[in-house]
């Protein structure tokens, strides 16, 4: 059983159960991929769940891309079926969304990893107005079996935080988890595109940015039957792609704010002590290291701030936080700061010249700790300058392609 049509009107929708043909409570979206062991138990408990309460509803398992009997055995137990040929979960959860009869829509997987006997738990709150969106959280459940160690212990917890970081406001314990409930219409809201697992964050995100309430509620997770779609490194270089284009002042713009300072204090510990740090029998040269962090965190920052200025996916509050970036008063500053920078630099590397030339017996741990320095600032000055240039070159044909690149661009505002 195959249905590729558009969304179906609530009139032509029937439940197989009730035969109602009005709109639906409930609609469970289960994607799909070479799940022909469990995804039948999953559309049956689905239903049973769903009409032991009194609701109407429906099970959609998009199948995407399917090389077993999944389709099959998901439409004999009950199930409407949908095909996806975009690959990803986040393409089949979209296409299950789209084509919802119901009202209130469940996303769960077909592998049985997931509670679905006690969605009814996800669901009351979005039917009664208390949350806009719910998420069924799987860590107090989770064993070794059920999820690895490193999705367990690093890579949850670190995706999780860094959402929280990005909107400032989710109070979740499980960014990941797939067992969902919400209202028909919000990915519609949310302008929700992505297409793989960062789908997850970027429906958390989204919905803090549009000021949406966001609830969490333990409710288990099981051991898989078949074989786990997650790809580690892929899925979380995905995720983390994507935060940056969402929230760059969380993965960018305040970490370089931070390399920036541990640099500049690694300098001041150079000068202080430039023979070195002792550590035990040698000694500890931070010079070295305060370079590549005051280097690097200035970039950072730099692109973290035009990110969060720029980026189509930032929300309007993190783009009029960051307006100052197109100031031509910060435009001028920043010039003045990256000459003089440069400035001091190139002095302190003459200096250190003289001095050799004059006293050559000038230690060589004092000459060492003033060039790293000396080559701190005349990476950044450069780096500073160059990257402004570039800018106001881009800014000034994005506003006005005839205009005069040396003019300082007006701001744009929002």
């Known amino acids: 059983m195959t249905d590729a049509q558009p969304r179906p009107s609530s009139s032509s929708v029937t439940d197989a159960a ?3 043909g009005d709109r639906l409570d409930v609609t469970v979206v289960l994607p799909c991929l070479n ?25 959609v398992v998009v199948d995407n891309g399917s090389s077993d009997r999944s389709a099959e055995r998901a439409a004999d137990a009950g199930a409407r079926v949908v095909a996806e040929s975009t690959p990803g979960y ?107 697992m960062e789908f997850a964050s970027e429906m958390l995100i989204r919905a803090e940015q549009h000021g949406l309430t966001v609830a969490e509620i333990p409710l288990g997770y099981r051991d898989r039957v078949g074989e786990s779609k997650l790809s580690t490194w892929r899925d979380g270089w995905r995720h983390l792609r994507l935060i940056v284009r969402l929230a760059p002042q969380v993965l960018l713009w305040k970490p370089g704010l931070v390399a920036m300072a541990l640099g500049a204090l690694l300098y001041l510990a150079t000068i202080i002590w430039p023979a070195g740090i002792p550590i035990g029998s040698v000694a500890w040269q931070p010079v070295f290291i305060a370079t590549i962090l005051w280097v690097t965190g200035m970039l950072a920052s730099l692109a973290g701030a035009m990110l ?15 307006a100052w970036v197109e100031r031509p008063a910060t435009l001028k500053i920043a010039m003045r700061v990256g000459a003089t920078l440069i400035t001091i630099g190139a002095l302190i590397e003459l200096a250190i010249f003289g001095a050799w030339v004059s006293s050559p017996r000038l230690p060589a741990t004092r000459r060492l700790a003033l060039a790293g320095l000396a080559q701190g600032l005349l990476l950044s000055g450069v780096l500073l300058v160059t990257m402004l ?24 505002g929002t």
Do not use: K
């Open 18 to 20: 009730t035969g109602r």
């Open 35 to 59: 799940e022909e062991d469990s995804v039948a138990e999953c559309v049956r408990e689905a239903l049973d769940s769903i009409h032991g309460r009194g609701w109407s509803g429906e099970v």
């Open 308 to 322: 969060a200025r720029w980026s189509p996916l930032t929300s309007t509050t993190t783009r009029d936080r960051f």
């Open 389 to 412: 240039a570039i800018y106001r070159l881009v800014l000034a044909e994005r506003f006005d392609p005839d205009a005069d690149p040396d003019s300082a661009p007006a701001d744009s």
């Open 90 to 196: 986040g393409a089949a959860i979209r296409r299950g969304i789209a084509v919802a009869a119901g009202d209130v829509v469940v996303m769960a997987d077909a592998d049985s990893t997931y509670p679905l006997d006690r969605l009814g738990e996800l669901v009351e709150p979005v039917r009664s107005g208390e949350a806009d969106l719910m998420v069924g959280s799987r860590l107090d459940a989770a064993t070794r079996r059920s999820m690895p160690f490193l999705h367990r212990f690093v890579g949850t917890p670190t995706l999780t935080w860094l959402v929280r970081e990005g909107v400032g406001a989710t109070a979740l314990s499980d960014s990941q988890s797939g067992f969902r409930a919400f209202r028909s219409d919000l990915a519609t809201r949310l302008g929700l595109r992505s297409t793989g």
